[in-house]
T-cell receptor, first 122, second 114 residues
Framework: GAVVSQHPSRVICKSGTSVKIECRSLDFQATTMFWYRQFPKKSLMLMATSNEGSKATYEQGVEKDKFLINHASLTLSTLTVTSAHPEDSSFYIC??????????????????FGPGTRLTVL | AQTVTQSQPEMSVQEAETVTLSCTYDTSESDYYLFWYKQPPSRQMILVIRQEAYKQQNATENRFSVNFQKAAKSFSLKISDSQLGDAAMYFCAYYAGANSKLTFGKGITLSVRP
């Protein structure tokens, strides 16, 4: 099946520094990738939709200048948390879509999830 | 806007018994998809089962089956012969339309008693 990797799996950084998280689709091309944030025992909160070769679409309330998303290829999307602060500490999950989005009849686009990245900002 | 409601935050089941997790949703769309995802302690999201709204037959995957009531906008998950490895958070999710975003419920924590 389709595999999505995330790197790093865990990162600890000092307040004020920037952290980059990579999301890769290992055996398929993903025109669309999604970034989620999850607090303990809570649901996934969509932060942004990343489309290859174009600007990401951010959800309401998500600071685009703080959470920079780049989707430079069909297999890689990156999330950079700029000037991280303790309140940015969270679990970040990416998912990759096997097709370009929309139902287009038949089975929907599959979303495959990465294993997540735990960010701790001291 | 579409919403997904999981009203039970926690449930517990005895090993080998059957448990049903409830989910309701709200949408004005006629064509959509519903999913149940499992998130074990590793936090890796795993697709358990999917249901296409245009299909009347309830989806089944081994010990997992759904009761899809389209008119009532209800989508419950039944886990038969519960196993210790079924202990996890379970999320109900909805998918439809050109925005191609998954809408998740709040999730339910399922514990399995040995």
């Amino acid at each position: 099946g389709a595999v999505v990797s995330q790197h790093p799996s865990r990162v600890i950084c000092k307040s004020g520094t920037s952290v980059k998280i990579e999301c890769r689709s290992l055996d398929f091309q993903a025109t669309t990738m999604f970034w989620y944030r999850q607090f303990p025992k809570k649901s996934l909160m969509l932060m942004a939709t990343s489309n290859e070769g174009s600007k990401a679409t951010y959800e309401q309330g998500v600071e685009k200048d703080k959470f920079l998303i780049n989707h430079a290829s069909l297999t890689l999307s990156t999330l950079t948390v700029t000037s991280a602060h303790p309140e940015d500490s969270s679990f970040y999950i990416c998912s990759a879509d096997t097709h370009g989005g929309g139902l287009a009849g038949g089975r929907p686009n599959e979303q495959f999830f990465g294993p997540g990245t735990r960010l701790t900002v001291l | 806007a579409q919403t997904v409601t999981q009203s039970q935050p926690e449930m517990s089941v005895q090993e080998a018994e059957t448990v049903t997790l409830s989910c309701t949703y709200d949408t004005s769309e006629s064509d959509y998809y519903l999913f149940w995802y499992k998130q074990p302690p590793s936090r890796q999201m795993i697709l358990v089962i999917r249901q296409e709204a245009y299909k009347q037959q309830n989806a089944t995957e081994n010990r997992f089956s759904v009761n899809f009531q389209k008119a009532a906008k209800s989508f419950s998950l039944k886990i038969s012969d519960s196993q210790l490895g079924d202990a996890a958070m379970y999320f109900c999710a909805y998918y439809a339309g050109a925005n191609s975003k998954l809408t998740f419920g709040k999730g339910i924590t399922l514990s399995v008693r040995p």
